[in-house]
């Protein structure tokens, strides 16, 4: 079965769909988007960790940081939810390698367990395991199902989807109790609920101490953009055509996260930038070091890989450019007691 007859299946047994069910089994389903890992040059799309390995470089000096304010526990439980390809595990277990460190990560597809799986030094989990040190999330999400409602004549209306032929199409029927009582006409908002019950979740895991780190693209008391889908490394407008094809994302209201996670009884960190985040933990002078042996090349008559340095550079500074990744946010969370390390 592929995502598009799962989801006709579904509208067929109990008529139209909630967007959230409809984006749970586009994605996540069978045949869904994020069933084979689709990160990468030749995927949807790729991230920081794949724009340059100083990424995981900076990030392992964070999780460096966050494993001694905990006192230095062996081995260090580190869980990467949302891990797509490997990559960014692979960076972290590199530069981890000195630490005791048992590190797990979760996907939810049984296509992608399977695909991490042929990875060394990882352990392969469908959940979060229990009196875990610290959980990391780095945009997934964005990907968690969300409610869509959208302001008519009428009041609030919820998205949902129907099937009309063998289209899939929009149906805008009264929202459930929980949803917003007012709504400009022609203006759209989500519930996060899938985002929601991921916070809730990190907070049930987490050790006493210990922290979570979600990286993700967003804004702050606003979710930072409209939904949209995304395949093929560009947006997608029409997001019912091809279940299972495209991405379906929307950027994280990080104000929102900050409130459920405190309401779950963690303490919620201020959001900062990437370029915050990446700076505070020595990207400039990562950047000097790599200027300096690009001259010791050249000195050398190593043109070719004086070259090569030069381009990972220039792919370096994305990561930190306001205009590219480095708007993107880091929020920590952390169990009460836990202290704020410099680089938030």
């Known amino acids: 079965m592929d995502a598009r007859q799962a989801i006709a299946e579904a509208i067929r047994a109990d008529g139209p769909i909630r967007f959230d069910r409809f984006m749970d089994l586009a994605l996540y389903g069978p045949g869904g988007f994020y069933v084979r890992p689709p990160v990468g040059a030749e995927g949807g799309f790729v991230t920081s960790p794949h724009i340059h390995p100083v990424f995981g470089e900076l990030l392992a000096r964070a999780i460096g940081d966050l494993h001694e304010r905990l006192g230095s526990p062996r081995p260090l439980e580190v869980t990467e939810v949302g891990a797509g390809d490997g990559t960014l595990a692979r960076q972290l277990l590199q530069r981890l390698r000195t630490r005791d460190v048992t590190y797990r990560v979760v996907e939810r597809s049984p296509g992608a367990r399977a695909t991490l799986a042929e990875l060394d030094g990882i352990l392969v989990d469908e959940r979060i395991a229990e009196r875990q040190h610290v959980i990391l999330a780095h945009e997934l999400l964005d990907n968690l199902p969300f409610r869509w409602f959208r302001g008519t004549n009428g009041g609030p209306r919820e998205v949902h989807v129907d099937l009309e032929g063998d289209r899939f199409v929009e149906r805008l029927l009264d929202p459930e109790p929980d949803g917003p009582t007012a709504l400009p006409t022609g203006e759209e908002s989500v519930i996060p609920a899938g985002a929601f019950a991921f916070v809730d979740e990190v907070a049930a895991r987490l050790d006493h101490p210990g922290y979570a780190l979600l990286i993700d693209y967003g804004g702050v008391g606003e979710p930072g953009g409209p939904v949209h889908g995304y395949a093929a490394h560009r947006v997608v407008g029409e997001l019912l055509d091809r279940p299972g094809g495209t991405d379906i994302t929307i950027g994280v209201d990080f104000e929102l996260m900050q409130g459920r996670a405190e309401a779950a009884g963690l303490i919620a960190f201020p959001s900062v930038t ?9 990207f400039d002078r990562w950047m000097r070091e790599e200027l300096r042996r690009q001259a010791e090349l050249l000195d050398r008559g190593q043109g ?38 410099a680089w938030v």
């Open 274 to 282: 990437q370029r915050y985040a990446l700076t505070s933990l020595g």
């Open 304 to 341: 070719l890989d004086a070259v090569r340095s030069w381009s990972g550079r220039s792919r370096a500074t994305l990561l930190v450019d306001p205009t590219a990744l480095g708007r993107h946010r880091w929020l920590l969370l952390a169990t009460p007691g836990a202290d704020a390390p």
